[in-house]
């Protein structure tokens, strides 16, 4: 799947938020906000996220300008971590990987981090296809799923 990534505008936000308001989605990211059907919380959240020149964010757009997902970077530079959300309809379909490959080189710095919940097969695949390997694991509370679940840890070294 051809991807762009291209700057966030303010049109894209609420496609994001249905995005993130998706119950399959949620219990596959896991950890999420506590409630994320908070639009005053969502929104604060990404005005921080677009004021910081430090994070690297992106809406990701195939075909005419139809917003999969986002995709960014952030963190301290030691510790620069690595994060996507796809809308359902684009799983399976090629768009996180190609999408994250992308990221990748507006991100040089190395080492990159990322987690996802150990039974997120889907973007420990994706993560896998762009290099990142596992690094650790850790138990800790998924506020979508209401309960502790383990997590993989993952560095891209390249």
Same mark, same amino acid.
């Given at each position: 799947m051809d991807v762009v990534l291209r700057e966030v505008r303010d049109t894209d936000l609420p496609v994001f938020f249905a995005h993130t308001n998706d119950p399959e989605g949620l219990r596959m990211a896991a950890f999420t906000a506590k409630d994320p059907s908070d639009q005053a919380y969502f929104e604060a959240h990404w005005a921080r996220i677009r004021q910081n020149p430090a994070i690297i964010a992106?809406?990701? =757009? !195939?075909?005419d300008d139809e917003i999969v997902g986002?995709?960014?970077?952030?963190?301290?530079?030691?510790?620069?971590?690595?994060?996507?959300?796809?809308?359902?309809?684009?799983w399976g379909r090629g768009a996180a990987t190609?999408?994250?490959?992308?990221?990748?080189?507006?991100?040089?710095?190395r080492p990159l981090h990322a987690r996802a919940a150990a039974d997120n097969l889907g973007s420990l695949q994706v993560l896998r296809k762009c290099g990142f =390997? !596992?690094?650790g694991q850790e138990r800790d509370f998924a506020n979508a799923r209401g309960e502790e679940i383990d997590e993989l840890l993952l560095t891209l070294h390249d």
């Open positions: 992106r809406t990701i =757009v !195939v075909g986002h995709a960014s970077v952030y963190g301290p530079p030691e510790e620069r971590e690595v994060t996507y959300w796809i809308g359902r309809p684009y190609a999408a994250l490959k992308e990221l990748l080189r507006l991100a040089p710095e =390997v !596992v690094t």
